[in-house]
């Protein structure tokens, strides 16, 4: 079975662009959570998607938004970006909502910003 | 606000021997806790998980243990590996709360 697929792997964009990332679930999974890493601040919480609805959002600016496909793909949007911005974004997906599903994660979104 | 705390941001310990990772939470709604591991330009992978219900929960050579009233939990590892050094993260949830409150991380490095 595929694992969780993120895309692109790597991106350098400039401070006011806008920038969109993609996740691809393993197969039959239907939640997916983003989630951004920085050093020293761990990984926070971004928001998650679940058919097709945002169900949990972490604080985060409006600048960073969401979406989720009926087939459970999901793609993270930032706007405006900012030099604070630049970081590792990873997708994680589970089976159902219940946390003691465990979250698959993919190898993430190295962003960078200038 | 950090909820979970790793304040050892790095181990190093001797093949062999034992590795403590350390956590300690704030939030006494916290009541389900897991360990991730993760490897450089890999995501994190799911290690061993415990509720508040049990003290300790025990997986090959990996075992954790809650300590409810000092809000700390621990991550065992024995006998430590090369394959082992990785960044090992401590993650909380409350109850009706799915998402994962993680903490900082704490790098694992085992040497020969």
């Known amino acids: 079975k595929a694992g969780v697929t993120q895309t692109p792997r790597y991106l350098i964009k400039t401070r006011g662009q806008q920038v969109t990332l993609s996740c691809s679930p393993i197969s039959g999974h239907r939640s997916v959570s983003w989630y951004q890493q920085t050093p020293g601040q761990g990984l926070q919480f971004l928001f998650e998607?679940?058919?097709?609805?945002?169900?949990n959002k972490g604080n985060f600016p409006g600048r960073f938004s969401g979406r989720q496909f009926s087939n459970s793909r999901s793609e993270m949007n930032v706007s405006t970006l900012e030099l604070g911005d630049s970081a590792l974004y990873l997708c994680?997906?589970?089976?159902?909502?219940?946390?003691?599903?465990?979250?698959?994660f993919g190898p993430g979104t190295r962003l960078t910003v200038l | 606000d950090q909820q979970v705390k790793q304040n050892s941001p790095s181990l190093s310990v001797q093949e062999g021997r034992i590795s403590i990772l350390n956590c300690d939470y704030t939030?006494?709604?916290?009541?389900?806790f897991l360990w991730y591991k993760k490897y450089p330009a890999e995501g994190p992978t799911f290690l061993i998980s415990i509720s508040s219900i049990k003290d300790k929960n025990e997986d090959g050579r990996f075992t954790v243990f809650l300590n409810k009233s000092a809000k700390h939990l621990s991550l065992h590892i024995v006998p430590s590996q090369p394959g082992d050094s990785a960044v090992y993260f401590c993650a909380a949830s409350a109850s009706g709360h799915e998402k994962l409150q993680f903490g900082a991380g704490t790098q694992v490095v085992v040497t020969p």
């Open positions: 994680a997906s589970s089976l159902r909502r219940d946390r003691a599903d465990t979250q698959y």
């Open positions: 998607y679940f058919s097709e609805t945002q169900r």
């Open positions: 939030n006494s709604m916290f009541d389900y």
